[in-house]
């Protein structure tokens, strides 16, 4: 069963750090543009950071742009979002999606996603 995991979330201070993981199972990672979403309670969900199948293009959204960094590592068929100087407002669930593409695009044109994982900022 084609599957991706999230892992890395959990409870941090305001200006900590996490690193979150989205592995694959059943199925490489290598042909698949890779994005991060968010969905905090009551909004809407937003798109965070992507990155195409070779790691040579990424793009983040202005609220976390100097502050994440998405990358891939093909040996491992893993993507990682790091995430640094965390705001409480970087509160929320993070999904991983992949689409069969070397394109990024909005979040309904995705094949797979993670079951999410949570992100709490606070003191």
């Known amino acids: 069963q084609v599957q991706l995991v999230e892992s890395g979330g959990g409870l941090v201070q305001p200006g900590g750090s996490l690193r979150l993981s989205c592995a694959a199972s059943e199925f490489t990672l290598t042909y698949y543009a890779i994005s991060w979403f968010r969905q905090a309670p009551g909004k809407e969900r937003e798109g965070v950071s992507c990155i195409n199948t070779s790691g040579g293009r990424t793009n983040y959204a202005d609220s976390v742009k100097g502050r994440f960094t998405i990358s891939r590592d093909s040996t491992k068929n893993t993507v990682y979002l790091q995430m640094n100087s965390l705001k409480p407002e970087d509160t929320a669930v993070y999904y991983c999606?992949?689409?069969?593409?070397?394109?990024?695009?909005?979040?309904?044109?995705?094949?797979?996603w993670g079951q999410g994982t949570q992100v709490t900022v606070s003191s």
């Open positions: 999606a992949a689409r069969r593409s070397d394109y990024c695009s909005g979040y309904k044109r995705y094949n797979y």
